[in-house]
C-alpha cells in the first residue's frame, strides 16, 4: 500500500508541477533532464527524482539500457486541448 502512494503522489507531481512530454524536448532522456534539472531549489535533484519514477513505474524493466522506460512515456504530439 505505501508503494501505490508513493506512486500516486509521484505521478501527481509528474503530471502537475514539472513535466511535460512534449515532442520536441522529449526524445533523449540525459536531454530531457538537462533542460528540467534547476540549478538550486526542489528540482536540484531532478535526475534522481525521475530515474526513482520511472524504476517505480517499470520495475526490474527500467535499465541504463533502455534509458529507464523514457520512451514508453506517453507524449503530447499536438493541441489535445479539446476533446469534445
Excluded at 40 to 62: C, E, N, P, R, V
Aim: proline share 1%; net charge positive; glycine share 8%.
Amino acid at each position: 500500500r505505501d508503494r501505490r502512494t508513493s506512486l500516486l503522489f509521484m505521478t501527481y507531481c509528474l503530471a502537475i508541477f514539472r513535466c511535460r512530454f512534449f515532442e520536441e524536448d522529449s526524445r533523449k532522456l540525459k536531454n530531457y533532464i538537462k533542460k528540467h534539472r534547476a540549478r538550486t531549489g526542489l528540482w536540484h535533484a531532478f535526475d534522481k527524482y525521475f530515474i526513482s519514477l520511472m524504476k517505480a513505474y517499470y520495475g526490474d524493466g527500467a535499465t541504463a539500457e533502455n534509458e529507464c522506460g523514457f520512451h514508453w512515456l506517453p507524449r503530447v504530439t499536438g493541441d489535445h486541448s479539446d476533446f469534445g
